[in-house]
């Protein structure tokens, strides 16, 4: 049977980092690259050998070649996120607008991806490149909670897309927040963005339209919020967003992590607050001379 | 530093030429153009299933290199694929995909899934960064009910209840903004995406001649090429054309003679078994 092992493809190891040496550079980065991830080689690898007899998920062990990338992907998020803790769980939010350019490729997309049960992943950046990482990691999280016997913890979620986006990160666009409950620590939201850091907060946002919430969080933000204060937190500051952000739009969709569970919530155009100079929603201008119109689309 | 562990032989696709492509292009070289789809291809979800609409035309830079194209694939005999971009990996990679959904249908025994389909174009497509031009409208029925996905050449992929791709899918989207709602039947469906089409055909230049459908619901498919011809040839010469000899200058005349005879030898080799 073909041994797929070839073509481009994350490598979550680490060790295939070859890069061409130019003069005065050691090897020394290469050794510690193979070195500081040799264990987790090894389990990935046997995962991977795996896989690429299975459906086509291409793999990696492919040598990444120095060369300028271009790394403005055209299909992206343009997108705002927000992960924010609470007491007993967290609320993750985001817009829906998906942009090609100038073109909104899908206006009503769903940005909060699950990883397990308990976490969940708000995803922005390149649309590619963030379905691409969730897909492998909730592959690694299902492999590791059989082997674990025990749901998967927010801190691992976290850490396996970290390891992702940071070992791909000259080839990768993506910035995502990483949330959600479990046993020992409770609610925590993780911030992964563009580079591969990884950092707690108690709250975090993302994507192109978070430019216009950090002095409103910095405002509106206080520890230990109840569930309901938390929601509309998210829902306010998200709109906020979407009515400044042009790459932001759509619909705010929200998910709820907590004890208890996993609660998926939709808040349509209309049932979002109208801010400073924003016009009610109106199908079209002839609607307010003409009576006989045909129905338009609503959600 | 030795690798820790053993690799097998590289293969996949080698980067190098693209870098060079690119010096090529910076210092002034025409790209010979490649046949694209300039297209307009749609899907939409029904109560009862998927509608899938394409135009025909497969344009050669300015150029009309095929006035019928067919863009929309066979994936499994439940689920089909309309592709936009470059033509040839819109074909090759849904040929590529439509071969591996039949063998995985003989090693599970059972229909194939439009995840399943997704899945292995998204995971190539990807792996490709791009390079592989193909955006797809991908659309059937399974067990686990109707289903409409869309697939971007970089990898990305969306799920809807409507879709369009394709350098006409403004157009198209103008019309199925307007006019779609959930539950339609199937004869409003197929109107809907003819519609979408035309407009597309009508108002993209990259778009034009006839309209496909495919209707994919239950257990049955109807694959309705050319549903619709809203540009006929208007004008065709009643007289016909002929040429007559006298027309064409010769300019050389060289005759060769047709060897005369074959030699036929009889009792040659006595077949062995």
């Known amino acids: ?299 | 530093m030795g690798r820790m562990t053993e690799l097998p032989t590289k293969g996949g696709f080698s980067f190098d030429l693209c870098t060079r492509n690119d010096m090529l292009l910076k210092n002034g070289l025409q790209m010979p153009p490649f046949r694209k789809t300039g297209t307009t291809i749609v899907g939409l979800v029904f109560q009862d299933g998927v509608v899938l609409g394409a135009d025909t035309r497969a344009t050669e830079g300015p150029i009309v290199a095929d006035k019928n194209f067919e863009k929309i694939h066979f994936m499994a005999p439940n689920i089909y694929c309309c592709g936009a971009g470059t033509a040839a990996d819109t074909e090759a990679v849904t040929d590529m995909v439509s071969s591996q959904l039949q063998l995985h249908r003989y090693a599970t025994g059972r229909e194939s899934r439009v995840v399943t389909a997704l899945t292995l174009l998204k995971s190539h497509l990807f792996s490709y960064q791009g390079h592989v031009s193909a955006a797809l409208v991908l659309g059937g029925f399974d067990v686990t009910g109707p289903h409409l996905h869309t697939v971007y050449p970089h990898g990305s992929t969306d799920t809807l209840p409507f879709a369009t791709m394709g350098s006409g899918s403004l157009a198209a989207m103008s019309v199925f903004e307007s006019k779609y709602r959930e539950g339609l039947t199937r004869e409003e469906g197929i109107e809907l995406v003819a519609e979408a089409i035309c407009a597309g055909i009508f108002n993209d230049l990259g778009s034009g001649s006839n309209v496909d459908v495919c209707v994919i619901t239950e257990g049955k498919t109807e694959y309705l090429r050319n549903y619709q011809l809203p540009n006929p040839r208007t004008y065709i010469s009643s007289k016909g054309y002929t040429f007559v000899k006298g027309q064409t200058e010769v300019l050389s005349t060289k005759i060769t003679s047709i060897q005369p005879k074959v030699e036929a030898v009889e009792g040659g080799d006595a077949m062995e078994e």
Not at chain 1, 190 to 203: E, H, K, N
Not at chain 1, 227 to 235: G, S
């Open chain 1, 1 to 299: 049977m073909e041994n797929k092992l070839s073509g481009f493809g994350l490598d979550p190891t680490g060790v295939e980092r070859r890069t061409f040496l130019e003069e005065g550079e050691s090897s020394l980065k290469q050794s510690l690259y193979s070195l500081s991830l040799s264990l987790s080689a090894s389990l990935y690898l046997a995962c991977f050998l795996l896989l690429s007899l299975k459906l086509g998920f291409i793999l990696l062990l492919l040598s990444i070649y120095k060369m300028d990338l271009d790394l403005s992907a055209p299909h992206s998020t343009g997108t705002t996120i927000i992960g924010v803790t609470y007491n007993g769980g967290v609320v993750l939010g985001a817009d829906s607008r998906t942009s090609t350019g100038m073109y909104v490729a899908n206006r009503a997309s769903d940005k909060i991806t699950e990883l397990t049960d308990n976490v969940y992943v708000c995803r922005s950046g390149s649309a590619a490149d963030t379905q691409v990482i969730s897909d492998y990691v909730r592959y690694f999280l299902h492999q590791h909670t059989i082997q674990l016997g025990q749901p998967a913890t927010v801190k691992v979620a976290a850490n396996l897309v970290r390891l992702l986006s940071y070992q791909n990160k000259n080839m990768l666009q993506a910035g995502v927040i990483v949330g959600g409950w479990d046993k020992y620590e409770g609610g925590q939201i993780y911030s992964v963005p563009l580079g591969g850091t990884i950092l707690r907060q108690p709250f975090s946002i993302g994507g192109s339209g978070s430019s216009y919430l950090y002095g409103f969080f910095d405002q509106a933000w206080k520890e230990d919020m109840t569930h309901e204060e938390a929601e509309q937190l998210v829902v306010k500051a998200a709109s906020l967003a979407m009515a400044r952000d042009g790459a932001s739009g759509g619909v705010v969709r929200t998910v709820t992590i907590n004890a208890e569970g996993v609660t998926r919530k939709f808040y349509g155009g209309d049932t979002l607050p109208l801010w400073h100079d924003e016009l009610e929603p109106t199908n079209s201008l002839l609607d307010l001379l003409s009576s006989s119109v045909p129905e338009p689309m609503s959600t």
